[in-house]
């Protein structure tokens, strides 16, 4: 599985980062980025909760 941030979308609030931190860190320009591609399969099921659970859906997975 892999995952994008859409940018454009983000508003860093966060959430990501919080629920899958192996997937997900923020950095200076305020929006969070994806550290590991392709997902770990063990973070697989955290990061779908991220991506469910982004406020603006700004999470995009691909299987
Ligand atoms: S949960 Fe969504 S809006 Fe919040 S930091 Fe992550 S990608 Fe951005």
Redesign the pocket.
């Known amino acids: 599985m892999r995952a994008r941030?859409?940018e454009e979308?983000?508003?860093?609030?966060?959430?990501?980062?919080?629920?899958c931190p192996e997937v997900?860190e923020?950095r200076d320009d305020g929006?969070?980025h994806v550290i590991a591609d392709p997902v770990p399969p063990e973070a697989e099921e955290k990061c779908r909760s991220?991506?469910e659970?982004?406020?603006?859906?700004?999470?995009e997975l691909e299987e």
């Open positions: 941030v859409i979308e983000c508003i860093g609030d966060g959430t990501c980062v919080d629920e997900f923020m929006l969070a991220a991506c659970n982004c406020p603006v859906d700004a999470i």
